[in-house]
């Protein structure tokens, strides 16, 4: 998914397992994703064959060395977990209120340029109950767009004491026409599978708990190569 910033001028920035390989059978016996072949993680991704045989399981420091939407976890390129539902102690929880009803979902962290510019793209999947969290360095204007994004999204814009400013509904996959913009400057934007919102009632009284992630973009500006 793409993001641009308002006001006075707009700057468009790109935005939205191991298989059965006999070189990484060592390293991800205990890996849930082990039982995942090349063709079921083809069906859940935009990448070429080619490109996943090379950089699935590669050493990694950052997820600009791992080709789109390959992410960089546990220092190896990797499918994303909110694809298929991986979870274990280290996957962020973000948590939210609605009245007196507290709720939860996983979470990918998005927290320099880098990351915000790739996003959600090139994914053909997002299981229930995950969400990828845009953390920005100051409260701003956003908006974001389709570009890329196979997957219809609802968006979720939070300002920074985790009250909502609104909500987008069911953005359309790879439609690049509308900009789907906060009202009001806020510091996170979460996108959810589509659906999420009604189902978990999420509006401006919803209250998320943003303490663990306010300072999370620190070195937002750092520069890494973009690449798909």
């Known amino acids: 998914m793409k993001r641009y910033l ?17 070189l990484h059978n060592n390293d991800t016996q205990n890996d ?23 950089d699935f399981y590669k050493i990694c420091k950052h997820m600009s060395q791992c080709t789109a939407p390959l992410i960089c976890k546990n220092q ?3 499918i994303p977990p909110s694809l298929i539902n991986q979870i274990d102690e ?22 320099d ?8 793209m090139m ?25 890329n994004t196979y997957i219809p999204l609802d ?3 939070i300002r920074s004491d985790g009250t909502v400013a609104n909500t987008h509904k069911n953005a359309e996959p790879l439609n690049d026409g509308p900009r789907y913009a906060s009202i009001g400057e806020v510091r996170f934007v979460l996108e959810l599978p589509a659906g ?10 919803t209250v998320f708990d943003m303490t663990p992630y306010i300072n999370a973009a620190a070195n937002f500006d750092t520069e890494y190569e973009f690449q798909l």
């Open 32 to 54: 849930q994703t082990t039982s995942i072949s090349d063709d079921q993680m083809l069906r859940l991704m935009v990448i070429e064959p080619q490109n996943l045989k090379k």
């Open 90 to 111: 280290t996957t962020p929880i973000l948590k939210f209120k609605n009245d007196d009803t507290e709720q939860s979902f996983y979470i990918e962290v998005v927290n």
């Open 196 to 205: 999420s919102v009604q189902k978990y009632e999420i509006t401006t009284s």
């Open 155 to 157: 968006m979720v814009f």
């Open 123 to 147: 994914r053909r999947a997002f299981a229930d109950k995950w969400g990828m969290l845009f953390v920005f360095p100051e409260d701003y204007r956003h908006a974001f767009w389709m570009h």
């Open 6 to 22: 308002f006001p006075a001028f707009i700057a468009f920035v790109f935005c939205s397992t191991a298989c059965f390989n006999p």
């Open 76 to 78: 190896k390129c990797q």
């Open 113 to 120: 340029n880098y990351t915000t510019q790739r996003g959600m």
